[in-house]
Nanobody, 124 residues
Framework: QVQLVESGGGLVQAGDSLRLSCAAS????????MGWFRQAPGKEREFVAG????????AYAASVKDRFTISRDNAKNTLYLQMSALKPEDTAVYYC?????????????????WGQGTQVTVSS
């Protein structure tokens, strides 16, 4: 069983930066590939970024590539998402998720564990 708790969301202005964290309560955090997804009102939940268990392989959605950075600290059982140059269209609830698959997968169905989400609001 993996429990995930996101934090770090908030209200920021366009162009600002924000770092999200996801704390995992599991003994074998490094076994799991992790991902960040987001869901805006009225839209489907979409993949944002993913990272493999060791942190050596990452993947990003085209809309956030070069602005967002996913990372993990396996010693602290924590996943991060550093977001910069935020835009109003980045406004969404952000979720972290864990996958038993080895590589950062972009499909929701590949993730079996989800956090409760943290709201990010970017004003123009």
């Amino acid at each position: 069983q993996v429990q995930l708790v996101e934090s770090g969301g908030g209200l920021v202005q366009a162009g600002d930066s924000l770092r999200l964290s996801c704390a995992a309560s599991v003994l074998t955090f490094g076994w799991y590939a992790m991902g960040w997804f987001r869901q805006a009102p009225g839209k489907e939940r979409e993949f944002v970024a993913g990272i493999n268990g060791s942190g050596g392989s990452t993947a990003y959605a085209a809309s956030v590539k070069d602005r967002f950075t996913i990372s993990r600290d396996n010693a602290k059982n924590t996943l991060y998402l550093q977001m910069s140059a935020l835009k109003p269209e980045d406004t969404a609830v952000y979720y972290c998720a864990a996958s038993v698959k080895g590589q950062p997968m972009p499909q929701r169905a590949d993730y079996g564990y989800w956090g409760q989400g943290t709201q990010v609001t970017v004003s123009s």
